[in-house]
């Protein structure tokens, strides 16, 4: 697996090329086609697909460094008082 590169299924390839499509007719009140749309996702993924990788990757460890404290506190709640 190739990590620099973000690998859609075609479903999702297809719903976020209309998306971008109504995006461009909503905003620029301009059509564009089915190979326009696929390059402006291509471009994106291309610049954008390891910076929001990476990112996800610095949230998760975030939220794991909170679950492991939490979880090493209820640990030490299970000792008894002796």
């Known amino acids: 697996m190739d990590l620099g590169k973000l690998i859609l299924k075609p479903e999702e390839k297809k719903e976020l090329i209309k998306e971008?499509?109504?995006f461009?007719?909503?905003?620029r009140d301009e059509e564009i086609g089915l190979i326009a749309a696929?390059?402006?996702l291509d471009f994106f993924i291309k610049i954008m697909g390891a910076r929001v990788y990476n990112k996800a990757l610095?949230?998760?460890q975030i939220w794991f460094r909170r679950y492991m404290d939490n979880m090493e506190a209820d640990y030490y709640s299970l000792y008894k008082n002796i």
Do not use: L, N, S, Y
Request: aromatic share 8%; charged share 45%; net charge negative.
């Open 20 to 22: 971008i499509q109504a």
């Open 24 to 27: 461009f007719k909503d905003k």
């Open 38 to 40: 696929e390059t402006v």
């Open 58 to 60: 610095d949230d998760i």
